[in-house]
């Protein structure tokens, strides 16, 4: 082979990589920084894991790392907490005149009437990884009309329908892990806590659209209130952050 045909090819393949390096380059996504207003500690409510706002009482739902639902008012008070408990809450969300909760060791969804906290019923998930590494978050989907459970390492949103029976996998590879995720107004939101930032996401594919950067160590829930304001708690902290509404990125 002639030396000029030896460069040649060495040009082409470096051309060649190139192209294939752009071709897998992350997309840029719109990020803006979001700071909270002000705070609440939660004296009585353990390692609050995640909160979800009920529009109907105009309450609040927070769950605890030690298997506790609690109902509360808009500022944390406890109203009432569930009587039957699981081990390991980490996410909650309303449908229709229930409360769903996600209980992350065991591997479980427990389902509870909302008028009266008392337990309904008990899904089991599937999960193969470690013990403290799956089920970080629960939300349900609207728009595709099914439950999202999201694992927290590796990160991966998973459809369930009703009844909870896997429907479709979908890898996210934005964020070290995920601790909350919330569908609304036709998007669904995603809480990193090890990266402090919440992910705009399409609720049809979970293509991250935005990025907000907040001011929170160790956020762990997320939940919009009627006027569009965000509630996030962090359970090391013990504490309720304030945000107003999510800023427009330009």
Not at 76 to 98: H, Q, T
Not at 143 to 161: G, I
Request: aromatic share 14%; glycine share 4%.
């Amino acid at each position: 082979m002639t030396s000029n045909k030896l460069t040649y090819r060495m040009i082409f393949a470096a051309l060649s990589l190139s192209v294939l390096l752009v071709s897998f380059k992350k997309k840029e996504i719109p990020t803006t920084k979001f700071k909270f207003e002000h705070f609440k500690l939660l004296k009585k409510i353990p390692e609050p894991s995640d909160i979800v706002y009920d529009k109907e009482t105009g309450h609040t739902f927070i769950v605890s790392d030690h298997g506790k639902l609690f109902e509360c008012d808009t500022l944390g008070n406890i109203i009432r907490k569930a009587p039957e408990e699981g081990m390991d809450f980490e996410g909650v969300e309303i449908l229709d005149s229930f409360v769903y909760v996600s209980d992350e060791t065991p591997r479980k969804v427990y389902q509870y009437r909302k008028s009266d906290l008392s337990l309904v019923n008990v899904f089991s998930v599937t999960w193969q990884g470690a013990l403290n590494k799956a089920y970080e978050s629960l939300t349900y989907n609207a728009t595709k009309k099914c439950f999202l459970l999201v694992s927290q390492q590796p990160v991966a949103v998973v459809e369930y329908d009703k009844d909870f029976k896997e429907i479709k996998k979908y890898p996210f590879r934005l964020a070290r892990d995920i601790s909350s995720a919330r569908w609304h107004n036709g998007f669904v939101y995603l809480l990193s806590g090890k990266d402090e930032c919440i992910f705009k996401c399409d609720p049809n594919t979970y293509e991250a659209l935005e990025k907000y950067n907040i001011n929170v160590l160790n956020p762990e829930g997320l939940a919009f209130d009627a006027h569009e304001n965000i509630l996030i708690t962090s359970d090391d902290l013990q504490r309720l952050y304030f945000f107003n509404n999510l800023p427009i990125i330009k």
